[in-house]
């Protein structure tokens, strides 16, 4: 069974940096996608960067240039670093990896989530 476990988390001021990690265990993680997602207070939860298995990034518009996405397959670990960061950007982080098992579909695990906190 697939488990994701987010750390990295924390309180910062606006225009700190932070570096999310999510370690994989119980799956391929190098054959997944993966990517993080984001939930504020009131509000829905969304995607806010992917990476594929082959590197291959996606950002949300509003942390182009701010955030990056990477994943380091030998210690089946996922990053995000977070730059530039603003009272926005306050949300309780997620990460999520797609396990893609051909014709029965993809298999989703997600992590427990870490906080963020941007203070103005």
């Known amino acids: 069974q697939g488990r994701l476990v987010e750390s990295g988390g924390g309180l910062v001021q606006a225009g700190g940096s932070l570096r999310l990690s999510c370690v994989a265990s119980g799956m391929i993680f190098e054959r997944n996608d993966m990517a993080w997602y984001r939930q504020a207070p009131g509000k829905e939860r969304e995607l806010v960067a992917g990476i594929t298995s082959g590197g291959r990034t996606v950002y949300i518009d509003s942390v182009k240039g701010r955030f990056a996405a990477s994943r380091d397959n030998d210690k089946n670990t996922f990053y995000l670093q977070m730059n530039r960061l603003k009272p926005d950007d306050t949300a309780v982080y997620y990460c999520?990896?797609?396990?893609?098992?051909?014709?029965?579909?993809?298999?989703?695990?997600w992590g427990q989530g870490t906080q963020v906190t941007v203070s103005s």
């Open positions: 999520k990896a797609d396990e893609e098992h051909g014709r029965f579909g993809t298999l989703e695990y």
